[in-house]
C-alpha cells in the first residue's frame, strides 16, 4: 500500500557545533529567519512553519564514512526566488560545491559550517519533467545561469530573505545498502519507487513528485551509523495528511518488526541504517 499521496518533509533537526555560527550562517547566506531559540536549540523558517532545527552539541564528533544526511534540499516557490537565492550566495561569497539542471528542477549545492550538505532548488512544472518510456528520467546537465539571473532583469528590490512559502522539498541520505532502504522506505513506509541512479542510489516520493527522499550508498556500502550525538541529522520530518494517515504507517512498521518510539510531535522510527524519521501531522490538527 502507498502512503498517503498528500506526504511531504518537514523540518529537519540537525546536530551543529557552534548555535551562534550556524544561525548566522542560514540567516545571512539563506536567508532564513530564526522563529524561536530555547535549551541551546533554535528553529528556523521562512516566516511560515519551522523548516530547520538546530542544536548545539559542542564536544559532538564529525565523522565520515558513516550513514546520515547527504543534503537537505530548500525549495523556493519560483524561479525568481532560485535567482534571488543565487545573486545572495554571490554576494556573501558562499563557497559552493555544485550546480546542475535535473530536467525536474534546478539546483545549487552547498554546505554549512559543519559540512551539512545543502540543496537550494526550485521545481520545474510537472507537464516539463523529462520522461523515458513512461518513466521519470531525472538528468545532471549544467545550470543556466544566464537564464536564471535574467529573472532579475528590473528587479532591484533589497534581499528580504527566503519566501513564505518556501519548503524543504526532500531529503537526501546516506545509507548503509540499497536494498534494505528500498525495502524499508518502499516495502514498510510506503513510497514509491521513481528512479534508480545506477547500483548506488534511488529517489522514492509521494503523490508522483520526483523524490521527496533519495538514499545512496556514495559513503560505503556496509557503511555504519554514526555515533550518538554526532554532529549532521538528528532527524527529520515526513509530514502526513492526518492521525490515520500516520496510524496506516505506523501499522506497517509494527508488522514489519521494527521499533518505534512516540515522542513530542510523532512517532518516531529508523530505517535500517538508523537514520531517524519523525512520523507527525500538520500543528494545526
Known sequence: ??????????????????????????????????????????????????????????????????????????????????????????ETDTVMQGFADHGVSEAMYLADPDGNGIEIYRDRPRPEWPMDGGRLRMTADPLDFEGILSELQNRPDEWAGLARDTVIGHVHLHV??????????????????????????????????HHHVGLNTWAGVGAPPPPPGAIGLRHFMVRLPDRSAVDRVVSRVRAAGIPIEEIEGGVLVRDPAQNAILLTVPADL
Not at 189 to 195: A, E, I, P, R, V
Request: glycine share 10%; net charge neutral; proline share 4%.
Open 1 to 90: 500500500m502507498s502512503i498517503d499521496p498528500r506526504t511531504s518533509i518537514g523540518a529537519v533537526h540537525l546536530n551543529v557545533s557552534d548555535l551562534d555560527e550556524s544561525v548566522r550562517f542560514y540567516e545571512a547566506h539563506l536567508g532564513l529567519k530564526r522563529h524561536r531559540t530555547a535549551d541551546r536549540t533554535a528553529w528556523l523558517g521562512a516566516g511560515g512553519p519551522d523548516l530547520l532545527i538546530l542544536s548545539e552539541c559542542e564536544s559532538a564528533p564529525r565523522v565520515r564514512g558513516t550513514t546520515g544526511l547527504y543534503h537537505f534540499a530548500v525549495l523556493v516557490p519560483s524561479r525568481l526566488e532560485l535567482a534571488r537565492s543565487l545573486r545572495r550566495l554571490v
Open 176 to 209: 548503509s545498502r540499497l536494498a534494505d532502504a528500498e525495502a524499508f522506505y518502499v516495502g514498510t513506509l510506503g513510497f514509491d519507487l521513481m528512479q534508480r541512479y545506477g547500483p548506488s542510489a534511488l529517489f522514492v516520493s509521494a503523490g508522483g513528485y
